[in-house]
Nanobody
């Protein structure tokens, strides 16, 4: 599985962005997916996760109520809608896939098997 993120950019505080993660391979619909981010000088942190059919989601407290993860298995794509952005959201955002046929949701980065190259999100104050 190869993952490619897009949709990052520069936005003012209070604005919105939608990130996309396109996956190759016909088994995309079998994988739980996640979004993580890494700010300069900080460790990679969990943002959101969605199970293989999109029926369950889970968010980091810092983004709950502002970010929404979704997936379109027909398009092999997972999305992260980000609203009410603030400068603390500035980071490189990565999508990840876990190679397990499970309806579970996973917030630990070490559980994911495939990673994209990341897309930069910069929020100005």
């Amino acid at each position: 599985v190869q993952l490619a993120e897009s949709g990052g950019g520069l936005v003012q505080a209070g604005g919105s962005l939608r990130l996309s993660c396109a996956a190759s391979g016909r088994t995309f619909s079998s994988y739980p997916m996640g979004w993580f981010r890494q700010a300069p000088g900080k460790e990679r942190e969990f943002v959101a996760t969605i199970n293989l059919i999109g029926g369950s989601t889970y968010y980091a407290d810092s983004v709950k109520g502002r970010f929404t993860i979704s997936r379109d298995n027909g398009k092999n794509t997972v999305y992260l809608q980000m609203n009410s952005l603030n400068p603390e959201d500035t980071a490189v955002y990565y999508c990840a896939a876990r190679r397990v046929y499970s309806a579970g949701i996973y917030s630990r980065a070490g559980l994911y098997d495939y990673w994209g190259q990341g897309t930069q999100v910069t929020v100005s104050s």
